[in-house]
């Protein structure tokens, strides 16, 4: 019985959390907060937006762009986040040089891209964004299972009254 009454709260909890990992109700819910997000697809940086669409976020390529991050330009140029373009020349730092410039997140220098950095060889913190929430939600749902459980598990049957 103990162990029906634990899956039926689990999986209550996880039925409770799921529409939350899955569904949108706004484009601010979705990646970018429905705005403009540079990203790359297929080795190409894009210009993305999302959309909420019958409470499914939708992302859709909107154009090509020269950039995302420093790292697809030339070495001695900067990516130009206003207009996605490589600009500069020789005076401008690069991903790579240990020392967090315009268009980087992080920069770890011989370290960016290596495992277990935190800093990718574009350099872009691997940690943003990058814990998954959804196993952050099924886990806290988890967890609230428990402490039901533990709630209806806690109370104790009284005796009949006698007469």
Not at 72 to 97: A, E, F, M, R
Not at 105 to 121: F, R, T
Request: aromatic letters at 4%; hydrophobic letters at 35%; one cysteine or more.
């Amino acid at each position: 019985m103990k162990i029906l009454v634990l899956v039926f709260t689990l999986l209550f909890g996880v039925f409770l959390i799921s529409p939350l990992v899955s569904s949108c109700i706004s484009d601010v819910n979705c990646p970018g907060g429905g705005g403009e997000i540079c990203q790359h697809d297929n080795n190409q940086p894009v210009i993305k937006v999302s959309s909420c669409v019958d409470t499914v976020c939708k992302t859709e390529i909107i154009r090509v762009v020269e950039c995302c991050v420093n790292a697809d330009c030339s070495k001695d140029q900067v990516c130009d986040n206003l207009d996605y373009k490589c600009k500069g020349g020789s005076i401008y730092p690069t991903c790579g040089d240990g020392n967090v410039d315009a268009g980087e997140e992080c920069d770890l220098g011989n370290q960016n891209g290596k495992p277990g950095s935190s800093c990718n060889s574009v350099c872009q913190d691997v940690r943003v964004g990058g814990t998954n929430n959804n196993v952050l939600l099924i886990a806290g749902a988890i967890i609230i299972g428990f402490i039901i459980l533990a709630i209806v598990l806690s109370k104790k049957k009284k005796p009949p009254l006698m007469e």
